[in-house]
C-alpha cells in the first residue's frame, strides 16, 4: 500500500509542475487548470488510502469534504470581479488549515508515549504555524479591504513599522527558544497570538493599490507554510507542492515589484496610497471634458485606438460593453488593441481575465513594454477606469510616489479618452496629470453605462 501511496503522491507531484507549465499559454490554460484539479484528487485519493487513517475516522473525513464543499462551491460562483477577495480568501483558508496542523501535532507530540519532539521537528511546525497563522489572518484583511469592508486607504500611527518588526521578531525568538528546548512549550500559544496579530497588523497600513503583490506574497507564505508541514509530517508531497506555491508565489511578487519599481519593503511598510494634499497649482488646473457622443466621433475618425483598462472597468463590470465597442470599431476597420499593465486591477493578471470572459480575443491584448513604442502613431487612447499606471507623473515628477514606476505612455498619443466617475485621486493617492492635458478629454460617469453608450453612438442607434 505504501508503495502506491508514492506512486500517487509522484503522479500528483507531476501534474502540478506541468499545471504550472501550461499555464503560462492562453492556449493550454484549460489544459492546465485540468491538470492542477487531477492532481489535487489524485493527492486526496492517495492519502486516504493511508493505512494509518483508521477506519473510525473516515466519518470526521467525510464532515469535512461535506463541510468543504458547503463553503467552496459557493466560491466558486462569485462574479470575476469579486475573484481577487476570492482568492484572498482560499489563501486565508490554506494558511489556517496549515496552523491547525501544525497545532495538532505539536500537542499530540506530547501525548504519544516515548515519543519525543526533535530540534528539527519543532523547528519546522514553529515555522509553519507562523507562517500559517500570519497568512491567515493577513489574507482575511486582504480580502476585507478589496471587498470595502476594511478601508483601503492604508491606517498607519507613528511608530507602526517598528512595532510590527519588534511582533515578528519576537515571534522568531519565541520559535529559537522552542526549537532549542522544547520543554519551554508554554511559549507555543505565545507564538500562535504573534502570527495571528502580525498578520492583521502587516496589512492594515497596505493600500489597495498594492493588492496585486501582496496577494502574491501571502501566496508564498501559504506555500512556504505547506513546506514546513510536509517535513513535520514526512510528507514529500506536500514538499513539493509547497515548494512549488511558495517559489511561484516569490518570482510572481518580483515581477510585481518590478512592475511598480518598488522593493518588497516599500510594498509592506511604505505605506502606499496616502491621500496627497493638492498643490495651489493643482486647484488651479481645469479639465476638458466631453460626451459619450463626442467621444463616438472621435473613434470613428480613428485609424488606431487602444484600450487601457483599469480596476474602474473591473468595479463597473464593463468588459462586455468594452467587448461591444471593440466590435463597433473592428467593423469600420479599425485597428483595436488593449495595453496591458502588470498591477492594474487587484490581482495578477485581473485584466486579462475580465477581458477573457468578454471573449476579446488574446492577441489583441498587448503587454505595456510592447505597446509603448507603438503609442506616439495611437491615434486615440481610450483609458477606462485606470489611473495611476497611465500617470505620467511616474515619469517626470521626483517628489511623486510613483516616481519611476513604469506606466503606460498613454499621453504620448495624439488623443486621450479618459471615462472616470470623478476626479478623485487613484489608489496611490495622487492626482493624474494626465487628465489635465490639452490632448485629454474627460468623459465622466459610470465606465459601464458610458462605454455602452458609446459603442450605441457608434453603431447608429442613438441618432
Request: one cysteine or more; proline letters at 5%.
Amino acid at each position: 500500500m505504501s508503495t502506491w501511496i508514492q506512486i500517487a503522491y509522484l503522479i500528483s507531484t507531476a501534474l502540478f509542475i506541468f499545471s504550472l507549465k501550461w499555464m503560462n499559454d492562453p492556449k493550454t490554460a484549460r489544459r492546465g487548470v485540468a491538470a492542477g484539479v487531477a492532481a489535487m484528487l489524485v493527492a486526496v485519493i492517495g492519502t486516504l488510502i493511508n493505512p494509518a487513517i483508521v477506519a473510525s475516522n473516515y466519518k470526521w473525513i467525510a464532515l469535512a469534504i461535506i463541510i468543504g464543499s458547503a463553503i467552496g462551491v459557493p466560491l466558486s460562483w462569485v462574479p470575476l470581479t469579486a475573484v481577487p477577495q476570492r482568492t484572498a480568501l482560499s489563501h486565508a483558508f490554506g494558511g489556517l488549515a496549515a496552523g491547525l496542523v501544525g497545532v495538532a501535532e505539536f500537542y499530540l507530540s506530547f501525548s504519544e508515549s516515548g515519543q519525543e519532539l526533535s530540534h528539527f521537528r519543532a523547528a519546522a511546525l514553529c515555522a509553519e504555524v507562523l507562517l500559517g497563522f500570519l497568512t491567515f489572518t493577513g489574507s482575511l484583511m486582504a480580502a476585507g479591504k478589496l471587498q470595502e469592508i476594511v478601508p483601503t486607504r492604508p491606517i498607519t500611527y507613528k511608530g507602526q513599522n517598528i512595532v510590527n518588526i519588534g511582533l515578528l521578531a519576537v515571534a522568531i525568538v519565541c520559535c529559537i527558544v522552542l526549537s532549542t528546548d522544547v520543554s519551554y512549550k508554554f511559549i507555543f500559544p505565545f507564538i500562535i497570538v504573534l502570527a495571528l496579530l502580525f498578520g492583521v497588523l502587516l496589512l492594515i497600513p497596505i493600500g489597495g493599490a498594492d493588492m496585486p503583490t501582496v496577494i502574491s506574497i501571502l501566496n508564498s507564505y501559504a506555500g512556504l507554510s505547506a513546506v514546513a508541514m510536509g517535513f513535520v509530517m514526512d510528507n514529500k508531497l506536500l514538499i513539493t507542492a509547497g515548494a512549488l506555491d511558495g517559489s511561484s508565489g516569490l518570482i510572481l511578487s518580483i515581477i510585481m515589484c518590478k512592475a511598480m519599481n518598488r522593493s518588497f519593503t516599500n510594498v509592506l511598510f511604505g505605506a502606499f496610497g496616502q491621500i496627497q494634499a493638492a498643490s495651489a497649482d493643482s486647484q488651479q488646473k481645469t479639465v476638458k471634458s466631453a460626451t459619450p457622443e463626442d467621444a463616438a466621433q472621435i473613434m470613428e475618425q480613428a485609424n488606431t485606438v487602444v484600450i487601457v483598462p483599469g480596476y474602474g472597468m473591473a468595479v463597473a463590470q464593463a468588459q462586455h460593453r468594452v467587448r461591444e465597442l471593440y466590435d463597433q470599431l473592428t467593423k469600420r476597420g479599425i485597428t483595436v488593441k488593449f495595453a496591458i499593465h502588470p498591477v492594474a486591477g487587484r490581482m495578477p493578471g485581473h485584466m486579462n481575465v475580465l477581458l477573457a470572459e468578454a471573449d476579446i480575443p488574446y492577441t489583441d491584448l498587448v503587454e505595456m513594454d510592447d505597446i509603448n513604442p507603438e503609442m506616439p502613431q495611437v491615434d486615440v487612447v481610450l483609458v477606462v477606469g485606470a489611473n495611476d499606471v497611465v500617470n505620467p507623473a511616474a515619469r517626470t515628477n521626483k517628489s511623486s510616489p510613483i516616481y519611476g514606476m513604469p506606466i503606460i505612455n498613454a499621453d504620448k498619443a495624439k488623443t486621450v479618452l479618459a471615462i472616470k466617475r470623478t476626479m478623485n485621486p487613484g489608489f496611490a493617492g495622487i492626482e493624474n496629470e494626465l487628465y489635465y492635458a490639452d490632448k485629454t478629454l474627460m468623459v465622466f460617469g459610470d465606465a459601464k453605462a458610458v462605454v455602452g453608450d458609446i459603442a450605441k453612438h457608434l453603431s447608429g442607434e442613438n441618432s
